[in-house]
């Protein structure tokens, strides 16, 4: 059973909580910005999934805002992040690493061309193929966007007490397993 009580925030959006098999959810303009899930035995998995994507997006919407001095997109940053670990690559091969369509790759990659991040440069065993690199602007605008990230981070992690920052730690490994499963 659904129960949903309408209420106006401070600036007048149309806001609502509502509380649904006990758990406690707060929208504003039909977005989730809150949920207090309930805690011991009684709280299912799938309270635990809600809340973790909850909590995950929001710290990479903080990170995205916070360590973003270029203005780049999300598509724009993952793409130079790729080419920098991975070396130069085709639109396909970036297309396919990232997830993407082709043509969503390529207008991504022609905007990072014209704003000077990454240069075209020819295949060297397919003359019909072209690799994108990054140039020299586009590697100091990856090192800015890392050390803004790691700086924030350490920032946020700092405030922390020593219990917080041992759980939290302890929670790294488990997410980077969740990351890396199929």
Known sequence: MLIVDPIRD???????????ENLQVFL????VVSMTPPVGPS??????????????????RRLRAETNPEGLT??????????????????ADLARAEAVKPQSMGATLTELEREGLVERRPHPTDGRQVLFVLTREGVQARRK?????????LDAISR?????????????????RLGESE
């Open 10 to 20: 401070i600036n007048g959006s149309p806001s609502a909580t509502f509380n649904q």
């Open 28 to 31: 504003i303009d039909r977005t």
């Open 43 to 60: 709280a299912s998995l799938e309270t635990a999934v809600a809340e973790l994507s909850l909590a995950v997006g929001q710290l990479l």
């Open 74 to 91: 999300w598509s724009q940053t993952m793409a130079l992040a790729r080419l920098e670990k991975a070396g130069p690559a085709t639109t």
């Open 145 to 153: 966007r890392s050390a803004a990230k790691q700086k924030w981070l």
């Open 160 to 176: 922390l007490d020593a219990d917080e920052r041992k759980t939290l730690m302890s929670a790294v490994e488990l997410i980077k």
